[in-house]
Structure formats: C-alpha cells, structure tokens
C-alpha cells in the first residue's frame, strides 16, 4: 500500500518545524502548515471507510442516520478549523503581516542597495502565495458551510426513502453527499499544496 501523498506531507512538516520555526513568538509558517495538514488527514481519514458503510446501512436507517451524522461532523470540523477566530486563520494573518512588514522593509533597504531588490521580490512572492492560501480557505469554509446546509436538508429525505423500503434511493442520497466530500477533501489537498508552497518558498534569490 502507497504512503498517502497527505501523510508523507505532515511527517515532512515535523521533521522541519524546527528549521522554520520563528524567533520570539513569531508567527511560524512551519506551525500553519501542520495545522492545516492535520485538518485534512482527518478528513482523508474519515473519508476512508465511507462507501463500506454507506452500503452497510443499505437495510438500516440507524446506520443510514449515523452515517449521515458522520459526514456531517466531518465537514463541521473542517469548517470550525478554518473559521475567522481559529488559530489557522489568525497565524496566517498574522504571517502575512509580517511579510508585508519584511518586503517593505527590504524595500527601503534596496534605496541604498539595489542588491536587496531580489529580497524584496522573493518577499512579494511569499506574500502572493499566503494570499492565494488565504481565498482558498475562504472559499472552502463557505463551501463547508453550504454542504453542511444541504446535509440538514437532505437527511429527512434519505431518512424517508429509508422507511418507504427505497434502499436505493436512499443510498444514492447519501452518495450524493458522499461525492460532495470527496469534493472537499480535494479541495483540501489543494489547500495543503498552497500551504507547502508558502513554507518552500525561498526568501533571497
């Protein structure tokens, strides 16, 4: 069995924390980056046994309800995760601030010397990636949210093809919700190769 492209990509972020982590209580790109890796393993992981249980609830509305729970606190959690008062939105705030701060000092430095300019353009570029993982988020947590909303909407109609007999119909419901997941998921994956990005990207050139 293949290492998850994911997994292999939070043991990079531990083994490296140290060498990118911030003087003084700074905020740290190398602590953002894990942050966000562990929000997307676990719903990678969530996602794993999916299908095995959305067939497994096939005469079942108790397992056709707990799925449906399941994948509802899945996409709760990821949304929580990305909220504007979590510490994942905060330290990327305060991330971009200080590289704002740096580019334009660097700016005033290349005045005198030209030689900082690279700097200051490698600065910009960390900015514009952080930026980009900045919407991304954004748009995932209100992608969260409106899936969250149609799982509340869609569960009593699951719920009510589970008491007419209808398995299928049920569970082709629940695939529905299922295939919005893996949406999300890739969407997250993304998220963490922006992430990675930020952090790799060099600060001189």
Same mark, same amino acid.
């Given at each position: 069995?293949?290492?998850?492209?994911?997994?292999?990509?939070?043991?990079?972020?531990?083994?490296?924390?140290? !060498?990118?982590?911030?003087? *003084?209580? $700074?905020?740290?790109?190398?602590?953002?980056?894990?942050?966000?890796?562990?929000?997307?393993?676990?719903? $990678?992981?969530?996602?794993?046994?999916?299908? @095995?249980?959305?067939?497994? %609830?096939? /005469? %079942?509305?108790?397992? *056709?309800?707990?799925?449906?729970?399941?994948?509802?606190?899945?996409?709760?959690?990821?949304?929580?995760?990305?909220?504007?008062?979590?510490?994942?939105?905060?330290?990327?705030?305060?991330?971009?601030?200080?590289?704002?701060?740096?580019?334009?000092?660097?700016?005033?430095?290349?005045?005198? =010397?030209?030689?900082?300019?690279?700097?200051?353009?490698?600065?910009?570029?960390?900015?514009? !990636?952080?930026? @980009?993982?900045? =919407?991304? #988020?954004? !748009?995932?947590?209100?992608?969260?949210?409106?899936?969250? +909303?149609? #799982?509340?909407? /869609? +569960?009593?109609?699951?719920?009510? &093809? &589970?008491?007419?007999?209808?398995?299928?119909?049920? #569970?082709?419901?629940?695939?529905?919700?299922?295939?919005?997941? %893996?949406?999300? =998921?890739?969407?997250?994956?993304?998220?963490?190769? !922006?992430?990675?990005?930020?952090?790799?990207?060099? #600060?001189?050139?």
């Amino acid at each position: 069995m293949k290492t998850p492209t994911i997994l292999l990509a939070g043991l990079f972020a531990l083994t490296t924390a140290g !060498t990118f982590a911030q003087p *003084g209580g $700074q905020p740290d790109m190398a602590n953002l980056f894990q942050k966000v890796n562990e929000v997307a393993q676990q719903l $990678q992981a969530n996602l794993g046994d999916l299908e @095995t249980n959305i067939q497994a %609830s096939r /005469d %079942s509305i108790e397992k *056709g309800g707990q799925v449906l729970d399941e994948m509802l606190a899945s996409v709760t959690k990821v949304h929580d995760s990305m909220a504007e008062d979590s510490e994942i939105w905060k330290e990327l705030d305060a991330l971009l601030a200080l590289w704002e701060q740096r580019r334009q000092e660097t700016l005033k430095k290349s005045e005198a =010397n030209p030689a900082f300019l690279p700097v200051a353009q490698s600065w910009q570029t960390k900015l514009d !990636t952080g930026r @980009t993982l900045r =919407n991304q #988020i954004s !748009t995932e947590r209100a992608n969260s949210v409106a899936l969250m +909303r149609s #799982i509340e909407s /869609d +569960r009593d109609i699951v719920l009510a &093809y &589970y008491e007419l007999g209808q398995a299928d119909k049920a #569970i082709e419901g629940l695939q529905k919700v299922s295939a919005n997941l %893996s949406s999300l =998921n890739a969407n997250m994956q993304a998220i963490v190769k !922006t992430a990675n990005e930020a952090q790799q990207t060099p #600060i001189s050139q």
